[in-house]
């Protein structure tokens, strides 16, 4: 059995949150926006003119803090209680996973509009819910993707470019973990699906990311850029939308996850710990010092290679280190890269060298502070 979940509209293009409320029409014309102080700043008078225009009542949800099981609980007694018939959740990847989540539980539509392209958050049917104080609790499988998905591209490429390069790297790395142990012969429909979607991403962004970033420095906005955010959103996404008998057994996310029990790393954003993760399940599958070099260029260009420190986990870094490889054990326990790589220390000795592989090339290159390179 294959299960498809993918949004039912689906738009990115300049000033898209302008026909925002035309897509919101055709499922209510009553809505919640949950949104952040800082998405709302961004988006408050479009979203509120096009929302005017169409004649769609609307309440407000200020979201603050982790997506949690509880805020999305909050939110959805919110929605049923107004009889609200669709939220529309703008903002980062907290925001929309606990709006997906919220809709899910209260049986209603969700529209996600992104206010940053770091994930594909905005169209996957998963919401990640963490604890109130940060940490990785559990993945909810809801039912649907969101329904509409407006990506408007002046606002993703508006951003702070740190959230787009995370998002580049989040997106890379599906084809390097769709592709752990993956054999066309033998796989079901959909995970050959997922692995071309992945590679198809991972070629355009590995020609074009580059110069991407670099125009949105200097506001310009092209049609590389509007790609570069369907890779992001719309390819990336799609490559969990089809769910087979077998899944992808990647390191970099699972090592993402874990790695938020560790207080310190919560300031730094999913793709930048995901960048790390890479590394180190490149050294765990024993590629060659030429492939993991070639890795950490393709990774400096995006100045998104980082060390341990920059990461969160510099003090006492074993014993933090430990605490992730344990977690790791514990809640991914089916990882294949792990079949043949258990044993305590493993995962351990694995990011220390990922650390000095990035360190080595940084001190063979002059790039910067070889012992901590400030994130942009």
């Not at 905005?122 to 990785?136: C, D, M, P, Q």
Request: aromatic letters at 10%.
């Amino acid at each position: 059995m294959i299960q498809i979940k993918t949004p039912e509209i689906y738009v990115s293009e300049p000033n898209a949150i302008k026909s925002l409320g035309l897509f919101v029409k055709k499922y209510g014309k009553r809505a919640l926006i949950v949104w952040s102080t800082t998405a709302k700043k961004v988006t408050e008078d479009a979203i509120i003119e096009s929302l005017g225009i169409q004649k769609i009542f609307y309440q407000e949800y200020l979201f603050s803090g982790y997506p949690t099981l509880e805020t999305a609980y909050d939110i959805a007694r919110e929605a049923k209680e107004s009889e609200i018939e669709i939220i529309i959740a703008v903002g980062g990847g907290r925001v929309l996973d606990t709006s997906k989540a919220a809709g899910d539980i209260a049986k209603i539509p969700v529209a996600s509009v992104p206010t940053i392209a770091a994930t594909c958050a905005a169209w996957a049917a998963l919401s990640v819910i963490y604890t109130a104080e940060g940490n990785f609790d559990h993945f909810r499988h809801n039912e649907h993707s969101p329904q509409v998905v407006v990506a408007d591209t002046v606002i993703l490429a508006g951003a702070p470019e740190r959230y787009l390069k995370a998002g580049i790297v989040d997106t890379l790395a599906k084809w390097y973990e769709t592709s752990v142990g993956y054999e066309a012969l033998k796989s079901d429909f959909s995970y050959i699906n997922s692995v071309n979607g992945a590679l198809l991403a991972y070629d355009f962004l590995e020609e074009h990311a580059a110069a991407v970033v670099d125009n949105a420095r200097r506001n310009i906005i092209d049609d590389n850029t509007v790609k570069t955010i369907d890779t992001i959103i719309f390819l990336a996404g799609n490559v969990g939308s089809y769910v087979g008998e077998k899944a992808y057994s990647g390191f970099a996310h699972p090592f993402y996850h874990s790695s938020r029990i560790v207080p310190e790393t919560r300031d730094t954003l999913h793709g930048e710990i995901v960048a790390f993760g890479l590394l180190v399940q490149a050294v765990l599958e024993k590629k060659s010092e030429e492939e993991l070099y070639s890795i950490i260029e393709k990774f400096s260009e995006l100045d998104v290679a980082f060390t341990l420190e920059e990461i969160g986990i510099a003090e006492k870094a074993e014993e933090k280190l430990q605490t992730i490889e344990e977690r790791i054990y514990n809640a991914f326990p089916g990882l294949i890269l792990l079949e043949n790589n258990r044993g305590d220390g493993t995962i351990i000795n694995a990011a220390y060298k990922a650390d000095e592989y990035v360190k080595r090339f940084r001190r063979e290159q002059n790039y910067g502070d070889s012992e901590g390179k400030r994130r942009a």
